[in-house]
């Protein structure tokens, strides 16, 4: 009973304090903030406390060796609910912003678009080159995986290849991460504001081809998720675009999400005869998954093995810092040790979870005392950073990659938020678009 009463306190403290560092919870006018909040109750929270309550039968919580763990690690989870939103309020009252006018008055602006005709050529431009790059990508890879997935139906080699893509791509890893994977997407979405601004046949048929390649990209190593998520980055879309969404164009968009989820656990072999299941399928992979790699975290370092002090730094940080370690995310580690035999099967990658524990791998306590902090302030700060931009449909496109962005790395690592190319470069094309465009209408007066 105590539990209970102290995980319904954290959490409507935790909803508060995200209410007032978000300017709102509305799902009908969801942002960067409000979206790392329903990500972090659905996929840490509410399996955090269900372990915590007792709830332990799924097959990740019981391996964990050391029973202590289990406190440990929800009373971490708890001290983020509370700190992780509360820094970021304390960030914008610092900065003197008013989140909740500033994200009003940002959704009320127009679009803006001032000279189509150059804005046209520069996307057009980055979008053949996008194209291009995801042509190469499946060239090397010999073959297109979601037509492999929608032709056939072979579970145990989805999951090996889906290992082997991810770790072996033959080919260029800054052409197939930075182009084909990561500009594809923002291009479909700027693409998709243009169509739905002007209503133009030259925006939608643009768009409606980078949305093809996008889901091509998004199913590239068999995943179940990046398609889903990307879909729901439409979400944003409609909400900036449109001032807020409906109800009705809410539930679609999640409806869609959903079912690009079920048909890719019936790929990969799952069969929903038995019902859903809170401890497996979906509902355990949503609920349980995610969360119990975080008590696997506290429970491997340092009993089993002593922490990585900043080993899972990027290399170009370890670097800059003179260190000779080898770089290893500890999701890798956590992965080897507690289940070895599918990694040497070639069907286990890592064990990903919210940023708290790479932070505890890493550094220990402090690591978990500061990363809610420091990570707070960066997503605060980034949050800001686009409401005070111009709302183009180029800026759009950023904005809601930089959001889908900052909810995964938010339960990926911590590392990200310190060094993370991607969030780099996805700036740098923002700014030399932004240049190109400027430049074009300097010359053309």
Request: with cysteine; proline share 3%; net charge positive.
């Amino acid at each position: 009973m105590v539990n209970l009463f102290i995980v319904l306190i954290v959490l409507a403290i935790s909803i508060f304090l995200f209410k007032k560092a978000s300017g709102t919870l509305a799902p009908n006018k969801l942002n960067m903030i409000s979206y790392i909040f329903y990500l972090f109750i659905v996929q840490t929270y509410i399996g955090a406390s269900l372990i915590f309550l007792g709830l332990r039968k799924h097959y990740l919580v019981e391996k964990i060796l050391n029973p202590s763990t289990i406190d440990k690690t929800y009373y971490m989870v708890a001290y983020t609910a509370i700190m992780f939103p509360l820094v970021m309020y304390l960030t914008a009252k610092l900065i003197k912003v008013d989140i909740g006018k500033s994200y009003n008055d940002y959704l009320k602006k127009n679009i803006e678009v001032i000279d189509e005709k150059y804005e046209f050529i520069t996307v057009l431009t980055v979008c053949i080159i996008c194209i291009f790059s995801v042509i190469y990508m499946f060239i090397k890879i010999g073959y297109v995986p979601f037509i492999d997935l929608v032709l056939h139906n072979d579970p145990h080699r989805f999951m090996t290849k889906r290992i082997e893509l991810t770790n072996n791509f033959p080919g260029n890893q800054y052409i197939k991460n930075i182009i084909a994977m990561n500009f594809t997407p923002i291009l479909s979405y700027i693409t998709f504001v243009y169509a739905k601004n002007t209503k133009k046949a030259k925006w939608i048929i643009l768009f409606l081809i980078m949305f093809v390649c996008t889901v091509f990209v998004k199913t590239y190593n068999y995943s179940k998720s990046p398609l889903a998520f990307y879909i729901f980055g439409f979400v944003f879309l409609l909400i900036i675009t449109s001032k807020g969404i409906s109800k009705k164009n809410l539930i679609k968009v999640f409806i869609a999400s959903i079912a690009v989820i079920v048909v890719m656990y019936l790929k990969i072999g799952y069969y929903f005869n038995s019902g859903l299941h809170i401890y497996s399928g979906p509902l355990g992979r949503i609920f349980y998954t995610q969360v119990a790699t975080l008590f696997l975290h506290v429970d491997l370092f340092p009993a089993f093995l002593p922490f990585l002090h900043g080993k899972s730094l990027y290399p170009t940080i370890l670097h800059l810092l003179g260190s000779n370690e080898t770089y290893v995310r500890s999701g890798k580690i956590v992965m080897d040790f507690y289940n070895p035999e599918g990694v040497f099967n070639g069907v286990a990658g890592v064990m990903n979870t919210i940023f708290i524990g790479e932070a505890y791998a890493n550094f220990g306590m402090i690591g978990t005392i500061i990363a809610p902090i420091y990570v707070g302030i960066v997503c605060q700060l980034v949050f800001i950073l686009f409401l005070k931009m111009k709302k183009t449909p180029i800026n759009i496109g950023f904005f809601v990659s930089i959001i889908l962005t900052f909810g995964t790395m938010s339960q990926a690592g911590f590392t990200d938020f310190i060094y993370n190319s991607t969030v780099i470069s996805v700036f740098l094309l923002l700014l030399a678009m932004n240049i190109i465009i400027n430049l074009f209408k300097r010359i053309a007066k």
